[in-house]
Each structure stands twice: as structure tokens, then as C-alpha cells.
């Protein structure tokens, strides 16, 4: 199984801040990874696949990059809504994994 | 617009079973891959099952193999999940996924049943 590992766990800043997001997997997973945003009682939200392909409808203050094991999410300036849970997620191998999250709060 | 409405969660005792169901609208169900996945009150996400197009490969988390079952409807527009066998670290908020394209991520989720599992 292919673990990943989110970093950091908890991210405190203001609006209008750079966030950079962290997800490391423990074997490559080549451009097979996703981000995911999920706001408090909310299903998840598909941000980024492929590593560094953003979804519809995604805002293009986010952005992807990496490859093989290191992987970044970058939100170049935090809106209010931004303030959440988000969650990297491989399909490089069965079974699919999700990392721990980094929640990002309002400082 | 696509949607995705899962039904059929609620309290069950351990050893127990429920099933739920998932109703999709605003795609060509037959067309999509779908899955489970799950998520225990305060904690991340976990996958539990998927099922491809024509029900030909279904594929089961460790933790849920021989206990659950995925089946899915393309007629109906359905996708269900049988649980038997039921613990109390089953105790989540289940939700249905469609994958983006022939891709295993998720591109669209509902918004989830919570399965209980308590005496």
C-alpha cells in the first residue's frame, strides 16, 4: 500500500497569505495524484489531478506541481473561503490512498 | 448537472447489515466507474470500493473485503453498497463518488449517509 504523508497537519494564516502544501508518498506514484478541498460539512471537492491539472470550475489561484514522490499544492492568495481541509489522493496503485490532510486556518 | 444522492444509512447494532444506495442524475451512468468511500467522524478519508462500468472489476479495501459488497444498476441509475458483518470502526459518513473520465479520482461526490455502529 502506498502511504502518504501530509505536511504539515495544521497551517495557520491570514487571508491573502501564500499557502504551500506538502503530500510525500512513500513508493512513486509518476503524475497519478489529486488534491482534494473539503470545507467543514461538505463532501469532498476535486481541486487538481494529474498532479498539476486543475479541475473545472477551479479557481486558478491553485495550482499543482511535482512528481514521483513529492507533490505540492500552492494557493497563491487565501481567500476566505479557502480556510479548510484538504486532502492529496494517489491512483497510482490499488489500493487508492488518501493522506492525513493539512488543515488550513485562519490565524 | 451531475448529481450523486446516497440513502440508506442509519444505526445498526455490530454484526449487523444495512445497505445504501446512491442515485446518480447528469451523466451517462453506464458510462463511469464508481465508488465508495468513507469518512469516520473527525478523521480523513478512506476508499472502500469501486466498480467499473459494466460491474466487470470490483475491487475492495482490506478492511471491508468479505464483509461488503458493491453492485450497481445501470438501468436504474443506481449504485449500492451491501454491508454485513458490521464493527463499530465502520461508524462514518459514506459517500459516493464518480471517477473523472476512465481515471481513479473523483471528480464528483455526493453528500453522504452516516452508518452508525453502536449497541
Known amino acids: 500500500e502506498i502511504v502518504l504523508t501530509q505536511s504539515p497537519a495544521t497551517l495557520s494564516l491570514s487571508p491573502g497569505e501564500r499557502a504551500t502544501l506538502s503530500c510525500r508518498t512513500s513508493?512513486?506514484?509518476?503524475?497519478?495524484l489529486a488534491w482534494y478541498q473539503q470545507r467543514p460539512g461538505q463532501a469532498p471537492r476535486l481541486l487538481i489531478y494529474?498532479?498539476?491539472n486543475t479541475a473545472t470550475g477551479i479557481p486558478a489561484r491553485f495550482s499543482g506541481s511535482g512528481s514521483g514522490t513529492d507533490f505540492t499544492l500552492t494557493i497563491s492568495s487565501l481567500e476566505p473561503e479557502d480556510f479548510a481541509v484538504y486532502y492529496c489522493?494517489?491512483?497510482?496503485?490499488?489500493?487508492?490512498?488518501f493522506g492525513g490532510g493539512t488543515k488550513v486556518e485562519i490565524k | 448537472e451531475v448529481q450523486l444522492v446516497e440513502s440508506g444509512g442509519g444505526l445498526v447494532e455490530p454484526g449487523g447489515s444495512l445497505r445504501l444506495s446512491c442515485a446518480a442524475s447528469?451523466?451517462?451512468?453506464?458510462?463511469?466507474?464508481m465508488n465508495w468511500v468513507r469518512q469516520a467522524p473527525g478523521k480523513g478519508l478512506e476508499w472502500v470500493s469501486s466498480?467499473?462500468?459494466?460491474?466487470?472489476?470490483?475491487l475492495y479495501a482490506d478492511s471491508v473485503k468479505g464483509r461488503f459488497t458493491i453492485s450497481r444498476d445501470n438501468a436504474g441509475n443506481s449504485l449500492y453498497l451491501q454491508m454485513n458483518s458490521l464493527r463499530a470502526d465502520d461508524t462514518a459518513l459514506y459517500y459516493c463518488?464518480?471517477?473523472?473520465?476512465?481515471?481513479?479520482?473523483?471528480?464528483?461526490w455526493g453528500q453522504g449517509t452516516l452508518v452508525t455502529v453502536s449497541s
Open positions: 513508493q512513486s506514484v509518476s503524475n497519478y
Open positions: 463518488a464518480k471517477v473523472r473520465n476512465s481515471a481513479w479520482d473523483f471528480d464528483y
Open positions: 447528469g451523466f451517462t451512468f453506464s458510462n463511469y466507474n
Open positions: 494529474d498532479a498539476s
Open positions: 489522493q494517489q491512483r497510482r496503485n490499488w489500493p487508492l490512498t
Open positions: 466498480i467499473t462500468d459494466s460491474s466487470r472489476s470490483i
